[in-house]
């Protein structure tokens, strides 16, 4: 007869569960450990995101010139200076617009919040007049605090942290676009075969996707600050281009973020117009947003943002209580991209030889700087061609159509 089998406190259901919990809080102490770390070296982190989304977006202009024959190093000056110049004008262009009439604006938005109270204290549904009260005073507290100042003037009251990490991200930028292909290649010695194709998979759809999302909201919050700044000039509303940059920078949070903008545009419109204009502005800014869902953000964004609203509303609210207006805009990208790159390396597609091979020779591409994707068509081979192929099929889900 065979020994009876050892048992042992861990071999039973609930100390398989047991273990299983441990190791799950585990992982999630390592996950506040490193969200807590970053956190410390945000002054880093932060210039380092905006700086890898940024090279997202303008990667595929560098390629299209260097596929032209342009040298490396003028391809990547030019895009450089030209994405600066870009950014720069409308980053001035925004904060010029807002803070220049900030004041008014705080203002109007204030004594819009009073006209809605009195509308709400003199209409016919029975509202408790007390929480009305302390909902607006709220509301007002809020708009007009020294939180809300220190936040619109944060680059005269920490310039320095601010002019650091402008220049930070700069030059990562800069060494993003001219090295990007090297470091990725670094980054790739850690995988060997079949995971170092899952790897490439995971990097190609993570680029696609981050660019494609960063190309397609910027196209999106162009065409909601046109709009709806348009109605406003046409209404007549005053301080409509802070308000249209208002609704250019909200744009880029997801849900919220163009509907906020609307608001304020329509509190300001009730005390300079009166009723009838708000009702106006608030119409204007639900077409506009219903036309941008269902019709503008498919066509431009594609499946770069396939991830649920629920996702989308919990990833902003940890984001904006991690690091504030940043935050909320870097939330999005980041999880869409951590989901494009889970499905990537768990993709069901077979693996071949002839696969791994192929990653290895692209690797190799990619540590001298000439990687498929910057190759001129008539300097790629035949299976470099058929790679590059399919990865702008695969891209075609996420780039604008």
Do not use: C
Not at 109 to 137: E, K, N, S
Not at 205 to 226: E, K, Q
Not at 275 to 295: H, K, S
């Amino acid at each position: 007869m065979g020994s009876p089998e050892q048992t042992t406190p861990w071999s039973d259901s609930l100390g398989r569960a047991s273990i299983r919990t441990a190791q799950v809080l585990l992982l999630l102490v390592l996950a506040v450990v490193v969200v807590v770390a970053l956190i410390q070296v945000r002054l880093v982190v932060i210039p380092a995101v905006l700086a890898l989304i940024l090279a997202a977006a303008i990667a595929p202009f560098v390629h299209w010139l260097r596929r032209r024959g342009w040298p490396g190093t003028l391809a990547t000056t030019a895009s450089f200076l030209g994405l600066l110049l870009a950014f720069g004008g409308v980053i001035t262009g925004i904060v010029f617009a807002v803070m220049s009439q900030a004041d008014e604006l705080a203002s109007k938005a204030t004594d819009g919040v009073d006209r809605v109270y009195a509308l709400i204290r003199t209409g016919p549904i029975p509202v408790d007049d007390q929480q009305i009260q302390q909902a607006r005073d709220a509301v007002v507290d809020f708009a007009t605090s020294s939180t809300v100042g220190a936040g619109a003037i944060s680059g005269l009251s920490a310039a320095g942290n601010f002019i650091t990490g402008a220049l930070l991200m700069a030059v990562i930028l800069f060494f993003f676009l001219k090295d990007g292909e090297s470091i990725w290649a670094f980054l790739l010695r850690a995988f060997k075969g079949k995971n170092l194709v899952k790897a490439r998979r995971v990097g190609e759809r993570s680029l696609n996707v981050l660019g494609g999302y960063v190309r397609g909201t910027a196209v999106v919050a162009l065409v909601d600050s046109f709009f709806i700044g348009l109605a406003l000039v046409v209404l007549g509303v005053p301080l409509a281009l802070p308000l249209a940059a208002i609704v250019f920078i909200g744009a880029f949070i997801p849900l919220i973020g163009a509907t906020l903008a609307g608001v304020l545009a329509a509190l300001v419109a009730l005390v300079a117009n009166g009723p009838v204009t708000a009702l106006i502005v608030i119409i204007v800014v639900i077409v506009v947003n219903q036309l941008e869902g269902n019709f503008l953000q498919p066509v431009v964004m594609g499946q770069a943002l396939s991830v649920h609203a629920l996702v989308i509303l919990l990833a902003l609210t940890a984001g904006t209580i991690l690091a504030g207006i940043i935050g909320a805009i870097l939330s999005v990208p980041l999880v869409a991209v951590g989901w494009a790159a889970i499905k990537a390396w768990n993709s069901g597609d077979s693996i071949t030889p002839a696969a791994i091979a192929e990653a290895e020779h692209e690797t190799r591409l990619n540590e001298k700087g000439q990687g498929v994707r910057s190759k001129p068509r008539r300097a790629r081979t035949q299976a470099e061609e058929q790679v590059q192929e399919s990865a702008d099929s695969e891209a075609g889900d996420s780039q604008p159509h």
